[in-house]
């Protein structure tokens, strides 16, 4: 809710009700980040590959994303990079404080692990039973929406 009152996030969804339980669209990830960094009006007009390569996602949101549907490697990345974003932190140097064991991490897309490895120590997301990540599954719009909020408390936002 406190989404909805500080963010428009009719420009993510449209207008009507939001199903917590549907999945999420690329193009939804990719305006829910612009949203967020508050950057959705100057993506305003650009192709979803152009939004996500001007917000620098576009090396997590890739085409099968943009044309289909978000799986948890891609969102959990992309809540790690709209942390790192509001936080004034280069991705590139962030690294998990402590050593993470993804039992599964073959799974991982290979430049998805260290966003999903950092994403489990920021408590963004937890793994599964066996330390396993389910990293090629459908994420919810719920689930992105609690991952973002997350985020956001971090931050103090």
């Known amino acids: 809710a406190k989404l909805n009152t500080q963010y428009d996030m009719t420009k993510v969804f449209g207008k009507g009700t939001i199903y917590p339980e549907n999945p999420v669209k690329g193009e939804q ?39 289909g549907y978000m799986d948890n490697q891609s969102s959990v990345s992309l809540a790690v990079k709209l942390y790192c974003k509001k936080a004034n932190i280069d991705p590139a140097l962030a690294k998990p404080s402590k050593t993470i064991y993804i039992a599964n991490a073959s799974s991982i897309e290979a430049r998805l692990v260290k966003y999903v490895t950092l994403g489990v120590d920021l408590n963004i997301t937890t793994l599964g039973a066996n330390k396993t990540f389910d990293a090629t599954g459908r994420t919810s719009i719920g689930s992105m929406l609690d991952m973002v909020s997350r985020v956001l408390e971090k931050i103090g936002q």
Not at 32 to 47: I, K, M, P, S, W
Not at 59 to 64: M, N
């Open 29 to 67: 990830a990719i305006m829910l980040y612009a949203v967020l960094t508050r950057q959705d009006n100057e993506v305003a007009g650009l192709t979803p590959a152009r939004k996500a390569s001007y917000l620098g996602i576009g090396d997590i949101i890739g085409t099968k994303q943009i044309s």
